[in-house]
């Protein structure tokens, strides 16, 4: 019994040693952990690489010399040759081209000649609207140089406008002998409650303006809202109907300060080209503001429906 109880004393003991020791050994080996980490902590701080960083930076550098080595093996591309943009008038049509060939490019060309090689431009087969394009040396954001007016071509303008007034029975009778279209309040009103617009100009008297006001918003965009500086709103029906039949061009400045507006077809021939472009510029320079210094014009162009286009001097 003795024997016994030594032995399981000695058993005990000796299991007891070994926990210790593997305790020991444990404490040990997280120390060595911590010291290491410390170190590598403090080789990073000094500037010196670790081993991950070494072996991360080995890595990439074969990464790159496989791509070096993927890149030389394969074939070069062969270049491709650019082409160098081609001009307006080389993108432009036969006829267009042929056109062109009338025209000395860089000449300024007077008034007379312009509108003599103008008829002989138009590429088309219909008759060819002739459009003046003026650019003033004026700023449209000031109200006084805001220029807009009309003006009445001698020769026509080569359309057949339909022409409404809106004025009460009276005027609208003589406004109707005038060669008005379409007469009267009551049908005027009529046809734009449906949203419909049969003519081309429509004159009003300042009496009956205040009925119109509500469809601002249909005649607005249209350019087709009476105004007294457009000479549409007036009391003389007869006389504007008369002007607006004989060939009235409104024409205004644009954003850019330009005005462009048509001058007469390519079958008016020279003369009466000639007669409606010098009426445009004399109503464009009675209109002068005050405020601008200089010549008003900086330059003219003339120009047919879809043809080149002629500078003309000031």
């Known amino acids: 019994m003795a024997d016994t109880k030594e032995k399981s004393t000695i058993e005990k003991t000796a299991k007891k040693s070994q926990k210790v020791e593997a305790e020991q050994d444990a404490s040990e080996i997280a120390e060595a952990k911590v010291e290491e980490a410390k170190e590598e902590k403090a080789i990073a701080k000094a500037g010196k690489r670790s081993a991950k960083a070494v072996a991360e930076t080995e890595a990439k550098a074969e990464k790159e010399e496989r791509k070096a080595k993927k890149a030389d093996a394969a074939p070069e591309k062969p270049k491709k040759t650019v082409k160098p943009p081609r001009s307006k008038l080389e993108r432009a049509g036969k006829k267009y081209r042929e056109a062109a060939k009338l025209i000395e490019a860089g000449k300024v060309y007077s008034l007379g000649n312009a509108v003599e090689i103008i008829v002989k431009t138009s590429p088309t ?67 734009l409650d449906k949203e419909q617009i049969n003519f081309d100009i429509l004159i009003a008297t300042p009496t009956e303006m205040a009925k119109l006001g509500k469809y601002a918003r249909l005649l607005g965009p249209k350019g087709l809202m009476p105004n007294p500086k457009s000479g549409t709103v007036t009391n003389d029906v007869v006389n504007a109907v008369s002007e607006a039949k004989a060939g009235r061009v409104e024409y205004r400045v644009d954003a850019q300060s330009i005005i462009h507006l048509p001058v007469g077809k390519v079958s008016f021939g020279p003369a009466k080209l000639d007669q409606n472009t010098r009426a445009v510029l004399d109503s464009v320079r009675s209109s002068k503001p005050a405020t601008v210094k200089g010549n008003l014009i900086k330059s003219i162009y003339l120009s047919t429906t879809m043809g080149p286009s002629i500078k003309v001097e000031v």
Do not use: C, Y
């Open 125 to 191: 087969k219909f008759d060819s609207t002739i459009e003046m394009h003026l650019n003033l040396n004026v700023d449209p954001k000031q109200a006084d140089q805001n220029i807009r007016g009309t003006v009445v071509l001698p020769a026509g303008s080569g359309k057949s406008l339909k022409v409404a007034v809106f004025a009460d029975e009276p005027d609208a009778a003589k406004a109707g002998k005038a060669g008005a279209n379409i007469t009267g309040v009551s049908e005027i009103l009529a046809q």
